[in-house]
Nanobody, 120 residues
Framework: QVQLVESGGGLVQPGGSLSLSCAAS????????MGWYRQAPGKQRELVAT???????NYADSVKGRFTISRDNAKNTMYLQMDSLKPEDTAVYYC??????????????WGQGTQVTVSS
């Protein structure tokens, strides 16, 4: 199996910065696309940013220019640098990974989530 563990969430003032990490471990042959998603109270989970294994990125319009997604394939780890944070960025942030475990087995995995709260 595969485990995704997020870290780096917390409380920050508006305009501040936070950096999230997502470390994957387990029976991993290769990780394809990875992504960050978030879910605010009373709202559906939404895409924040994705990154391919080659490093191509995609961002939600609401975070473009403020958030930066990156990954280290050697460490099976993904990052999200969040700058100029706004109260509306408050949510539980989840990482997602498309993982090949064997030649025949490929699954989609989610982390447990990390809380980000932007408030003065």
């Amino acid at each position: 199996q595969v485990q995704l563990v997020e870290s780096g969430g917390g409380l920050v003032q508006p305009g501040g910065s936070l950096s999230l990490s997502c470390a994957a471990s387990g029976s991993i042959v290769i990780i394809y696309a990875m992504g960050w998603y978030r879910q605010a109270p009373g709202k559906q989970r939404e895409l924040v940013a994705t990154i391919t294994r080659a490093g191509s990125t995609n961002y939600a319009d609401s975070v473009k220019g403020r958030f930066t997604i990156s990954r280290d394939n050697a460490k099976n780890t993904m990052y999200l640098q969040m700058d100029s944070l706004k109260p509306e960025d408050t949510a539980v942030y989840y990482c997602n990974a498309d993982v090949r475990l064997t030649y025949y087995m490929r699954n989609d995995y989610w982390g447990q989530g990390t809380q980000v709260t932007v408030s003065s």
